[in-house]
C-alpha cells in the first residue's frame, strides 16, 4: 500500500452510518488522491507531433538536463532503450518494470514501464511517453495516473495531437499550467499512387500484417529472394530488439510486422506496404483506423537515414483504402478518461461491503464507482476473469496478495501459461518454493509453426515466473536461473528466425488426431476473446481464422487469380 494514497482515499470516505460512507467513498474527487503531486507547483508541458519527428528526442533531452528524473515507457523494451540511452550519455541510471529491477544506488534518473511509477518519489522532470495510450481500453488508466500523480516540478508528455484536447481537459481539472510545444515532421510522407506486388519489393521495406500466421506466410514466400527480420506482438522484447538490429545493421534487407512497429521502434523503414486494410481487434474483423494507419505510416522515412518515406499496399484495392483512410480526419480523443483502484480503495471498499472475496469487489467497484472530473472506473474485466482464478486456487491470501495476484501478465489464452499459472498458485498455498524447469526442448531450431508459438510462451512463462519472484521472493527463488532460461529460449527463437527454411504450418488434421495437443486449433485459433480480457502486456495482433464465409471464399478465389499472374516467383 502507498501512503501517499492512503491520505487521499481517507478524504474520500467514512462519514456517519455505513450507507454514507459507502456514497462517499463511491464519488470521489481524483485528484486528492495524490497528496505528494498536489502539494507541488507542477509545470505541465506536452510536446505534440507526428511520428518522426523530434518530440521525444527533445524530452529525453530535459530529462538529461535534470538533476533528477523520470521517464515512463508504455513497453520494457523503449524503458530498456532509454535506460542503455543514459548510460550512453554518462548519466547513471535505473530500470525498473514489471519483471526486471536494475537499481543503481548512485542514480538520480529512473526508467520504467508506466505502470511502476511511483507516487513517492519526487523528481525535477518526468517524460510521460505516448500518451495518446491514455484513450487505450486496457493499460490507458496507467497514462491518465500518472498525469494526475506523477510527483515532479516538469511533467513532461509526448504524444499525438489527437490527444491535445484531452490533455487540456486534465490540466483545467487540475487547475495546473499547461504549455503545448507543437513538433513537424522531419522528412516528407507521400502516398504512393500505384500498388506495389511482392515481386517488386525493395530493399528497405517493411509489409505490415495483423496476425501472426500472416506474418510468418509472408516471411516464407520472401525469404527466398531477400532476407528477412520479422516483428509480431507475440514475440518477447529480446527477440524484438534483435530482429530489428539486424534490420537497422542491413543484416536483413526486408521487414514483415505487425501493428507492433508501430510504437517507439527507430528503424531505416523507406516504404511502408500495407498487405491489407483490416484487422481483427478481438472483437471483430474492421477496417483499419486512421490513426493506426498514421502510427504505422510514420515510421517510413527516418529521418539522418531517408530523405522521404513512402505509403503503399501490394493489391490496387487495399492501396485505394489506405488512400481513403489516411486522408480522413483524426478523431480527437474523448472523455471520460479511466482510471483504476488502489490497493487502499479496495481495502476500504472490503471493510465497507464486509467481504473479502476480490471477485465481488471488483465487480462492485466497477459497476459502482464515481469520481469528480472526466474521469470513470476502467473496464476490469480481464482483473476480475484472473481473480476468479485466483480465488478459486487460493482462498487463504490477503485481499492485497490477490489483488497483486490478479493483475498477473498472463494471457489466458495460452495453455502452457495458464497451467503454469494455477501451479504456481496451488504452491504459493502450500508455501512451496518453485524452481523452474523448460517445458520445450531447445536443443534445435523449431521447424514447424507450432513449435516457435510454443517457445514464445515459454518465455512468457518465465516472464511470469520473474514477475513474481519480485512479489514472493521465498516463494519464486530461482531468479538467475529463469533469466538464464529466458536468454536461452529467446535465442532458440532468434535461431530459428534467422533459419531461412520456412517454418511448417501444422497440419489440422493431424492436430485433431493427437488429443493430448494443448495448443489445439480451438484453443489458440479460434479464440473469440473480447479485447478487455488480453494480457496488457501483449499487442492486439492475433486475429482467429474466419470460418468458411462468403467471404473467405471470395477471397480464396482472389488468391487463385493472384497466383495464376505472372507472378509465379511468389
Known amino acids: 500500500t502507498r501512503s501517499g494514497r492512503v491520505t ?34 507542477r509545470e505541465l508541458y506536452f510536446f505534440v507531433g507526428p511520428t518522426n519527428s523530434g518530440k521525444t528526442y527533445q524530452a529525453m533531452n530535459e530529462l538529461k538536463k535534470a538533476n533528477t528524473g523520470v521517464y515512463l515507457a508504455p513497453l520494457r523494451l523503449l524503458a530498456l532503450e532509454n535506460y ?3 548510460q550512453s550519455y554518462g548519466i547513471e ?17 529512473l526508467c520504467s514501464t508506466i505502470e511502476m511509477l511511483d507516487f513517492n518519489m519526487d523528481t525535477d522532470v518526468c517524460v510521460i511517453d505516448e500518451v495518446q495510450m491514455l484513450a487505450d481500453e486496457d493499460r490507458g488508466w496507467a497514462w491518465v495516473n500518472a498525469i494526475l500523480g506523477a510527483p515532479a516540478k516538469k511533467v513532461i508528455m509526448t504524444g499525438s495531437v489527437n490527444a491535445l484536447d484531452s490533455i487540456k481537459k486534465i490540466a483545467s481539472y487540475l487547475d495546473e499550467e499547461l504549455t503545448v510545444k507543437k513538433f513537424q515532421r ?19 521495406t517493411a509489409l505490415i500484417a495483423f ?18 527480420s520479422i516483428l509480431y506482438g507475440n514475440l518477447s522484447p529480446e527477440v524484438r530488439r534483435e530482429e530489428a538490429r539486424r534490420f537497422r545493421e542491413g543484416e536483413t534487407d526486408i521487414l514483415v510486422a505487425t501493428d507492433a512497429i508501430a510504437m517507439g521502434l527507430n528503424l531505416p523503414i523507406k516504404t511502408i506496404l500495407f498487405t491489407t486494410d483490416t484487422k481483427f481487434d478481438g472483437i471483430e474483423t474492421r477496417f483499419l483506423k486512421t490513426t493506426e494507419i498514421v502510427q504505422i505510416a510514420g515510421r517510413a522515412g527516418r529521418y539522418g537515414f531517408h530523405e522521404a518515406g513512402h505509403i503503399g499496399a501490394i493489391k490496387p484495392s487495399i492501396l485505394k483504402n489506405i488512400h481513403e483512410i489516411y486522408n480522413q480526419s483524426i478523431k480527437t480523443i474523448k472523455p471520460p478518461f479511466k482510471v483504476k483502484a488502489s490497493n487502499t480503495q479496495l481495502d ?11 471477485n465481488k469487489i471488483l465487480d462492485f467497484y466497477a459497476k459502482n464507482m464515481y469520481f469528480s472530473g472526466p474521469f470513470r472506473a476502467t473496464n476490469i474485466s480481464s482483473m476480475i476473469e484472473t481473480s476468479k482464478i485466483v480465488e478459486s486456487h487460493h482462498q487463504y491470501l490477503t485481499l492485497e496478495q490477490k489483488y497483486i495476484l490478479s493483475q498477473a501478465p498472463i494471457n489466458t489464452r495460452s495453455p502452457l501459461i495458464l497451467s503454469g499459472f494455477k501451479f504456481y498458485l496451488s504452491s504459493i498455498s502450500a508455501r512451496k518454493e518453485i524452481t523452474y524447469k523448460l517445458s520445450i526442448n531447445i536443443n534445435k531450431p523449431a521447424t514447424t509453426q507450432l513449435e516457435l508459438l510454443k517457445a514464445e510462451d515459454e518465455v512468457k512463462k ?46 489440422s488434421h493431424n492436430r485433431r488426431r493427437n488429443s493430448n495437443n494443448k495448443y489445439s486449433k480451438d484453443d489458440r485459433s479460434n479464440s473469440r476473446r473480447s479485447r478487455n480480457s488480453r494480457n ?19 477471397e480464396k478465389s482472389e488468391n487463385k487469380k493472384h497466383h495464376s499472374m505472372r507472378d509465379k516467383k511468389y
Open 84 to 86: 542503455e540511452n543514459l
Open 93 to 109: 541510471a535505473s530500470l525498473v518494470t514489471g519483471e526486471e529491477q536494475i537499481f543503481d544506488e548512485d542514480a538520480a534518473h
Open 462 to 507: 518465465i516472464s511470469l515466473y520473474l514477475w513474481l519472484s519480485y512479489k514472493l521472493p521465498d516463494i519464486f527463488t530461482d531468479e538467475m536461473k529463469a533469466r538464464d532460461l529466458r536468454t536461452k529460449v529467446n535465442l532458440y527463437i532468434e535461431k530459428s528466425l534467422k533459419n531461412n527454411k520456412a517454418l511448417k504450418r501444422d497440419d
Open 8 to 41: 487521499g482515499v481517507q478524504t474520500c470516505a467514512l462519514p456517519i452510518s455505513l450507507k454514507s460512507q459507502l456514497n462517499s467513498f463511491l464519488n470521489c474527487d481524483l485528484k486528492s488522491l495524490y497528496p505528494l503531486a498536489r502539494s507541488m507547483k
Open 348 to 358: 476500504q471498499l472490503s471493510q465497507l461491503l464486509k467481504t473479502h472475496s476480490l
Open 536 to 554: 496488457p502486456h501483449d499487442f492486439k495482433d492475433d486475429r482467429p481464422k474466419r470460418s468458411r464465409s462468403r467471404k473467405s471464399r471470395d
Open 211 to 228: 496476425s501472426r500466421k500472416d506474418v510468418l506466410m509472408y516471411k516464407s514466400k520472401l525469404q527466398k529472394f531477400h532476407k528477412v
Open 186 to 204: 522531419k522528412t516528407p510522407l507521400d502516398l504512393l499512387s500505384q500498388a506495389t506486388p511482392l515481386k517488386e519489393i525493395q530493399k528497405g
